[in-house]
Each structure stands twice: as structure tokens, then as C-alpha cells.
Nanobody, 123 residues
Framework: QVQLVESGGGLVQAGGSLRLSCAAS????????MGWFRQAPGKERESVAV????????YYGDSVKGRFTISRDNTKNTVYLQMNSLKPEDTAVYYC????????????????WGQGTQVTVSS
């Protein structure tokens, strides 16, 4: 099991940037697959980005490709989500999640979740 804590959410204007962080503890972080997910009001939770433990593979949801970048620093047990060119439709609660299963991209494949951080994009 792993404990995850997200931070970095906030209010930003359309076209702006924001970086989310997720700090992990309670498990060997360097061997976990890490993902970012989001849920907007009235919508289902969706996959945003996933990165494997060795950083040799990544996954991005179609709506964020070219705008968001997932990265990780295994020495700090932290995963990041750099969000650029933000749009109002990016407004959601963003969740960090972890799994030991390589190739996982769906929310149901991830067993450990953070509390979420709110991202609001105006205009």
C-alpha cells in the first residue's frame, strides 16, 4: 500500500500553466506505476496521464496530449503533472494514483489514491 498527497492546484486563467505534485510514502515508489486522473462536475473520472516506474513509457489522454507532461523524481518519491495551455474544460479535481501493474491506464486498475486537488480554469 502507498499513501499519496497531491498539491499545486488552484485558479488560473485560460492559456495559463500549473504544476501539480504528488508525494508518495509507505511503498517502494521507484517500482510503482503512477497516474493522474481527473473528475469534473457531472462527469466520470478520466485518465489524464500515466508513467511507469522506469520512465520508459507514458500514456496521455487524448484531450491533454501536447499540453500536459507527466514526470517523476524517484529520489524524492514524487510525481508531477505539468499543465500548459489550460482550458476551461480542464477544470476538475485532479487525483494522483498508484499501482504495481505495468500497462495500467484505467482508474479501476489503480488501487491507491490521493485526496485530490482542485484545478479551476477561468474564461
Amino acid at each position: 500500500q502507498v499513501q499519496l498527497v497531491e498539491s499545486g492546484g488552484g485558479l488560473v486563467q485560460a492559456g495559463g500553466s500549473l504544476r501539480l505534485s504528488c508525494a508518495a510514502s509507505g511503498r517502494t515508489f521507484s517500482r510503482l506505476v503512477m497516474g493522474w486522473f481527473r473528475q469534473a462536475p457531472g462527469k466520470e473520472r478520466e485518465s489524464v496521464a500515466v508513467i511507469n516506474w522506469s520512465v520508459r513509457s507514458t500514456y496521455y489522454g487524448d484531450s491533454v496530449k501536447g499540453r500536459f507532461t507527466i514526470s517523476r523524481d524517484n529520489t524524492k518519491n514524487t510525481v508531477y503533472l505539468q499543465m500548459n495551455s489550460l482550458k476551461p474544460e480542464d477544470t476538475a479535481v485532479y487525483y494522483c494514483a498508484a499501482t504495481s501493474i505495468e500497462g495500467s491506464t484505467r482508474p479501476r486498475d489503480f488501487g491507491s489514491w490521493g485526496q485530490g486537488t482542485q484545478v479551476t480554469v477561468s474564461s
